[in-house]
């Protein structure tokens, strides 16, 4: 029987799709080189303001595209900050949000909880890091006759893409930080975006900086995450 190269189910048009396979030591191998490659990921906030070819954003930001979505509804927008005029006034209006959060926001545990990562409100790394990349959601779009349609899963959908973007900018030799000033509706005013989006992440992305010191902090065992029925 031939096998053709696309069916149609309900009139809509379902092409073949064939995954590449490995031997399972080649599975092994790529699955443990990935593993230890993501590993050496870490969140970073000292940046250098050494430049990246816009290409390699190109390229970061097709990669997030890749994320499965709600009935592929592909709800998210992804901003790049280059201009230093931009870039401080972020930096100012988180500034402003991180104060609030941090002196009279934030409950006493969530402080205690963040000690051990030496965060505090300044945040020079939005003035620093050669981009930012700002992810928008976007709950519903606006068609021609100006009708409202909901997009589903958005927050799920938009996860998984930048859990792709932050493997992917890591990939490329970069760092960044999932920085999440809270409210981030000044982002949404500073670039001007649309009602029907609203921001969900922000990533500084560049080098690290000369000497950049990350928490000394460990990640579950697996005994501890998994467990196998
Ligand atoms: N948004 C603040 C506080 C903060 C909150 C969590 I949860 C962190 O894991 C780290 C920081 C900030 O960026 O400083």
């Not at 073949?16 to 030591?25: G, K, L």
């Not at 303001?49 to 930001?61: A, T």
């Not at 900050?81 to 988180?94: C, L, N």
């Not at 859990?163 to 982002?187: E, K, W």
Request: charged share 30%; hydrophobic share 35%.
């Amino acid at each position: 029987m031939q096998t053709e190269d696309f069916i149609l189910i309900d009139g809509f048009k379902h092409i073949r799709h064939i995954q590449e396979h490995f031997s399972e030591e080649e599975m092994i191998e790529k699955s443990e080189l990935l593993y230890e490659m993501l590993n050496k990921r870490r969140s970073v906030r000292d940046f250098s303001d050494k430049d990246i070819p816009i290409e390699v954003i190109e390229n970061l930001i097709k990669t997030a595209s890749t994320a499965p979505s709600g009935a592929n509804k592909q709800p998210w927008t992804f901003c790049i900050v280059k201009s230093a005029e931009i870039k401080k006034k972020i930096r100012i209006a988180a500034e402003e949000e991180e104060q609030k959060s941090y002196s009279e926001r934030m409950s006493k545990e969530w402080l205690e909880d963040l000690k051990h990562l030496g965060t505090t409100a300044n945040k020079p790394f939005l003035e620093v890091a050669p981009y930012l990349i700002i992810v928008f959601k976007r709950p519903y779009e606006i068609d021609s006759k100006g009708n409202k349609h909901q997009n589903y899963y958005v927050n799920e959908s938009v996860g998984l893409a930048c859990g792709l973007l932050i493997s992917a900018i890591h990939n490329a030799g970069l760092v960044t930080l999932t920085h999440t000033p809270s409210p981030m509706r000044f982002l949404e005013k500073i670039l001007e975006r649309p009602n029907n989006e609203r921001a969900y992440l922000l990533l500084p992305v560049g080098y690290e900086a000369e000497k950049a010191y990350v928490p000394d902090i460990k990640r579950k065992s697996l005994e501890d995450i998994f467990k196998l029925y």
